[in-house]
């Protein structure tokens, strides 16, 4: 064969390779379809037990079932679908206040936003209807505890909680923190290393340092930066560098403040490093209603060994979020053209890059990966009946009279970990007629967003120490 007949015979081949490997069918995975349920309510015994322990608890693992908090918001009489509404319109306003957060920096470290050994756990609350974060938790601050209501919030580090007396106070299902009555609160001088820590700190008249932090949002925190006592179930924490909030004004209701997750030299899991090892985990169940058990956890149980584990990068401009490397996105078993790691990269200004965040909902993508992963999404779910868009949701479908269908499959690909998700995970109700729309959404902003709702049942490990993040499958209970 002469070397034309052998370049037309290497084109054909490749041709034909290429059309046996595009119309190789493609994998799919049964989606039980469901509406939107009414979330459950908090009983005031199940609450007593978050507090005092319902059974005798080691010191190497804790764990309280997860119960749902959205009684505690005005809206929790609203329809299912109402609730569901106004949880995309706050996280909308919680992407742009981290993609904010992450230009600030970008431009102007000193200019961002103040941000915000045994094991021991608390439950993890998911709260469709309240304000800053989705998912809540339940502990003692000072000595005696007093128990209230915590935004978990991986985006943001101080952590804070409102005091009285109050000059500007949202309401908050518990009694407000009185720190005269607490043995354990102690002021913290302005001139020592813990008060140089904040990004923004001051001092009052009394030579006290003052803390403040606002939120992309704009909701805010001020007050007096202290140090006290955090009790999970009978697990006492000392020492914890703590804002006592008396000017708190923002979409905060419910809760009675925040413990910040992120990397920051402020965080709980930075504060409380050397005890649990720099370890914690957390399983977000179910959205709206689900009587499965959710935990977050401290120390070395946190570590589930079925998790499969991708590296944290490190943003030299920005230390408080969870960097991690995506190289691309597969559907049906094959790789989406034209999303690689390069939309997602993280260079050394710090644009770019994919954070692991529990307070966004939906994942938000890049807009060029975005467009790529829906378009094949719905090339592979073609035989599903379209329905109008809904919300930020541009792919829906009408599932109505249906009870089960099957759909794509989609697995995440990060550096060293392919993570696929169950189908609920990523096609999800919008109604309760039947509507189920595809759950990612595109950005302009050069920062994606891995969301809670693609998290959904997986127990997601934050090991620090290791410089870590990994995924473990069916592990909630």
């Known amino acids: 064969m002469d070397r034309i007949g052998k370049a037309i015979f290497l084109c054909l081949f490749v041709f034909i390779s290429s059309s046996l490997s595009f119309s190789a069918p493609l994998q799919y995975q049964t989606l039980i379809v469901t509406s939107l349920p009414r ?270 584990f991708t590296p944290l990068l490190t943003n030299p401009k920005l230390d408080t979020f969870y960097y991690v490397g995506l190289n691309g996105i597969s559907v049906g078993g094959v790789r989406v053209p034209g999303i690689t790691a390069s939309l997602f990269k993280l260079d050394a200004a710090g644009n770019g890059g994919v954070i692991v965040d529990s307070g966004t909902s939906v994942t938000r993508l890049t807009r060029p990966a975005y467009v790529a992963l829906r378009n094949a999404f719905r090339i592979g779910a073609s035989n599903l009946k379209r329905a109008p868009d809904f919300s930020l949701f541009d792919t829906c479908f009408d599932l109505s009279g249906k009870t089960e269908v099957k759909v794509p499959t989609v697995v995440l690909h990060f550096t060293g970990a392919d993570v696929p998700l169950p189908a609920s995970n990523y096609l999800i109700p919008v109604d309760s007629d039947g509507k189920f729309c595809f759950a990612f959404a595109g950005t302009m902003s050069g920062l994606s967003i891995i969301g809670n709702i693609q998290q959904q049942g997986f127990r997601v490990v934050f090991d620090l120490a290791s410089n870590r993040v990994g995924f473990a499958p069916r592990s909630c209970a």
């Open 39 to 308: 979330p459950q309510t908090l009983s005031w015994a199940s609450q007593q037990e978050s507090e005092l322990g319902a059974q005798p608890q080691s010191q190497n693992t804790l764990s309280l079932d997860l119960h749902h908090v959205d009684i505690l918001s005005p809206a929790f009489n609203s329809t299912p679908e109402s609730l569901f509404k106004l949880r995309l319109q706050r996280d909308g306003v919680r992407v742009k206040a981290l993609s904010t957060l992450a230009a600030v920096t970008q431009t102007n470290v000193s200019a961002r936003a103040v941000r915000g050994a045994p094991g021991f756990s608390s439950s993890v609350t998911s709260g469709l209807a309240q304000g800053s974060g989705e998912y809540f938790t339940r502990l003692g601050v000072g000595t005696p505890a007093k128990y209230v209501y915590m935004v978990l919030d991986t985006g943001s580090d101080v952590v804070w909680v409102q005091c009285s007396p109050c000059r500007r106070c949202y309401t908050q299902s518990d009694p407000v923190f009185n720190p005269k009555k607490s043995t354990s609160f102690l002021g913290v001088s302005c001139g020592s290393p813990l008060c140089r820590r904040l990004d923004s700190p001051g001092c009052n008249n009394r030579k006290k340092c003052l803390y403040q932090v606002s939120y992309g949002d704009g909701s805010f925190t001020v007050g007096e930066f202290s140090t006290e006592t955090l009790t999970f179930r009978r697990t006492r924490v000392k020492n914890i560098a703590l804002g006592c909030g008396h000017d708190n004004e923002g979409l905060f209701v419910g809760a009675a403040g925040l413990l910040g997750l992120g990397r920051g030299k402020l965080s709980f899991p930075t504060q409380a490093g050397r005890r649990f090892g720099q370890k914690f985990s957390y399983c977000l169940v179910d959205r709206s209603a689900s009587s499965k058990p959710s935990s977050i956890l401290f120390g070395e149980s946190a570590v589930s060994r079925k998790a499969v």
